[in-house]
Each structure stands twice: as C-alpha cells, then as structure tokens.
C-alpha cells in the first residue's frame, strides 16, 4: 500500500501568518489526492480534492499544490477557526491511505 | 445537508464482533455516485481504511493484515443505512470509527465528501 507522510507532525503559527503543511507519498499518486480539516469533536471536513482543487465552500487562503509524490497545503493567513488537524489522503491505489496529520497551534 | 450518524456499543469484549451503524439523513444511499465507507483511528495512530460498500451490495475490503478478512460491511437501502461487522475483535481494534460518503465509481474510490462525527469503540474484558 502506499505510506502518506506529514510534516511536520506539530506546527505553531500565530494568527495571521501562513501556514505550509507538507505530504509525501511513498510512490507516485499524479494528483489524485485530498485534504482535511478536523476540530476536536467534529467530523473531518473535506477542504482540497484533486491536490488543488478546493470543495464547496471552502475559503480561498486554502491551496493545494504538487503531483506526484510531493503535495503542499498552504493557508495564507490563518483565522482563529483555523486551528486544527489536517490530513492528506491519496485515492490512486488501493486501498485509501491517509497521511498521520498536522497539528496546527496558536504560537 | 446530507449527515451521517454512527451508533452501536462502545465496548466490544475481545473476540466477539464489533457491530456498527451509519444512519444517512438528508438524502438518499441509493446513487451510483458514491461508496459508503468505514474508517477508523486507533488512539495515537493515524486513519486507517477499513472498506466501502455500495448501494448494489458490493463491498470492498481493505487486504491489510490487521483487518484480515475479519470485515463485513453492508447497506440497507429501505432503511438508509450501512453496516459494520468486524468478528474476532482484540485490543488492537480499540479506535474512533467513522463512516463517511466516498465519491466513486465502477470500482474506483476518491475522497470522501461527508464524514460521521466518529465513535469511540474499546475492546475490553
């Protein structure tokens, strides 16, 4: 199966600032990949599909980038509802696999 | 809006089966759009894949060993819901488990759309 690797596990950025979150993928995966938003108690939202695409809804400081094997989520300037752990998936092989998350904290 | 809702036991003893639902609200199981999948997240670990079925019955299972053909997974359309078993349960399988809605089609899986709140299953004598 295919390993999904974030980097990093913790990150700290205050208010405002922009946030890069890294995902690897142990062999290519073209760009057939996700990401999601989950807050503590709440289902995981669906934020980046096809690794730029942005689902409904979602406000425009979430990009995606990358193909292949390397993938970047970016949040330009980060709200306060920001806060919360984001993973990656990839759908090119199966089964579904999905990376270990990134935190991201209040500095 | 569509919503999932996952409900069974919270505690499981080890070796029985762990038997979970997924109540869809706010439209139908019935398209050929859409996987209706189960996931789950052993405390400290990451997500993990358990398999999908779709609304004609056929399901689709994770080969990894530490699932190892011990999954069933199953819908009901009159009722619009799907199912989780999952036998010969240890320790191992302690984990928030979620369902979610898998876009998809003729046997390819993409991302999931909507996601259950998750629940927290414990394998526990």
């Known amino acids: 199966e295919i390993v999904m690797t974030q980097s990093p596990t913790t990150l700290s950025v205050s208010p405002g600032e922009r946030a890069t979150l890294s995902c690897r993928a142990s062999?290519?995966?073209?760009?057939?990949l996700a990401w999601y938003q989950q807050k503590p108690g709440q289902a995981p939202r669906l934020l980046i599909y096809?690794?730029?695409t942005r689902a409904t809804d979602v406000p425009a400081r979430f990009s995606g980038s990358g193909s292949g094997t390397e993938f970047t989520l970016t949040i330009s300037s980060l709200q306060s509802e920001d806060f919360a752990v984001y993973f990656c998936?990839?759908?090119?092989?199966?089964?579904?696999?999905f990376g270990g998350g990134t935190k991201v904290e209040i500095k | 809006q569509l919503q999932l809702q996952e409900s069974g036991p919270g505690l499981v003893k080890p070796s029985e089966t762990l038997s979970l639902t997924c109540i869809v609200s706010?439209?139908?199981?019935?398209?050929?759009?859409?996987?209706w999948g189960w996931i789950r997240q052993p405390p400290g670990k990451g997500l993990e894949w358990i398999g999908s079925?779709?609304?004609?019955?056929?399901?689709?299972?994770n080969p990894s060993p530490s699932l190892k053909s011990r999954v069933t997974i199953s819908i009901d359309t009159s009722k619009n819901q799907f199912s989780l078993k999952l036998s010969s349960v240890t320790a191992a399988d302690t984990a928030v488990y979620s369902c979610?809605?898998?876009?998809?089609?003729?046997?390819?899986?993409?991302?999931?759309?909507?996601w259950g709140r998750g629940t927290t299953v414990t394998v526990s004598s």
């Open positions: 979610a809605r898998v876009l998809g089609g003729r046997g390819r899986h993409y991302y999931l759309d909507v």
């Open positions: 079925v779709y609304y004609s019955g056929i399901s689709y299972d």
């Open positions: 062999q290519s995966v073209s760009s057939n």
């Open positions: 998936q990839q759908y090119s092989n199966w089964p579904l696999t």
């Open positions: 706010g439209g139908s199981i019935n398209s050929g759009r859409y996987y």
């Open positions: 096809d690794a730029s």
